[in-house]
């Protein structure tokens, strides 16, 4: 019955330790290198903030937007945007069920590993 006891405990430390490995962590600032960018936004209502910016290139890049964009989502989803705001570098971790960038909380998965910041977005 002990072995028993110690197995189960053995099981359900390793699950939580699976679980606070997904956990979320703050990003360090990369050197902020600020960019500016052109083309058509998508933003997945619910969620914590995953948006995505697809260029005239083909070129993509995962936003990380502020909260007056995200409760307005309708407002923005599907129009020809103007960003401005700092590069950031999202981690590949499977595991990864979202994370912060400063202020902002977006998911682990995405169109790319470059995140941007907004700091200002703008219809055309």
């Known amino acids: 019955m002990t072995v028993q006891k ?4 053995a099981v359900l430390g390793g699950a939580a330790a699976g679980c606070q490995s997904a ?5 360090d600032d990369v050197g902020e290198a600020q960019v500016e960018v052109e083309g058509v936004v998508e933003i ?9 910016i697809t260029l005239d290139d083909g070129k993509c ?15 923005w989803d599907t129009k020809r945007v103007l960003i401005k705001g700092s590069l950031q570098f999202r981690p590949r ?6 994370f912060d960038i400063k202020d902002r909380k977006i998911e682990g998965f995405g169109c790319s590993e470059d995140v941007i910041y907004v700091e200002s ?3 055309l």
């Open 6 to 9: 110690l197995l189960i405990a």
């Open 23 to 27: 956990a979320t962590k703050p990003i």
């Open 44 to 52: 997945y209502s619910g969620g914590h903030g995953l948006g995505y």
């Open 61 to 75: 890049y995962d936003l990380a937007l502020p909260a007056n964009v995200l409760k307005n989502s309708q407002r």
């Open 93 to 98: 971790l499977d595991e990864m069920m979202w």
């Open 121 to 123: 977005i703008k219809k």
